[in-house]
């Protein structure tokens, strides 16, 4: 079994930095990619950004030049720095990695943006 736990969640300003982290453990052979989505109240759950095995990244259009995601293979964590932050980002995010071929979720950790 593999856990994916979250961390760097909390309230921020608008235009203000957060950096969010996620470490996988359990046994863990082979990552084959990283992503966090989000979850907003009432809306769909979307993909903010995702980083796959051989380096290959894609964001989502609203986050691109505000967010950036990196993976620490070493440690099995994926991290995203999320700067600019707007009021539409606000959202519980959630850490997702493939691992040996299977998906897994983390529980999420909320971001609230208010002035």
């Known amino acids: 079994q593999v856990q994916l736990v979250e961390s760097g969640g909390g309230l921020v300003q608008p235009g203000g930095s957060l950096r969010l982290s996620c470490t996988a453990s359990g046994r863990i052979f082979y990552i084959n990619a990283m992503a966090w989505y989000r979850q907003a109240p009432g809306k769909q759950r979307e993909l903010v950004a995702i980083?796959?095995?051989?380096?290959?990244?894609e964001y989502a259009d609203s986050v691109k030049g505000r967010f950036t995601i990196s993976t620490d293979n070493a440690k099995n964590s994926v991290n995203l720095q999320m700067n600019s932050l707007k009021l539409e980002d606000a959202a519980d995010y959630l850490c997702?990695?493939?691992?040996?071929?299977?998906?897994?979720w983390g529980r999420g950790t909320q971001v609230t943006v208010s002035s």
């Open positions: 980083n796959r095995s051989g380096g290959r990244t």
């Open positions: 997702y990695a493939i691992v040996n071929g299977s998906p897994y």
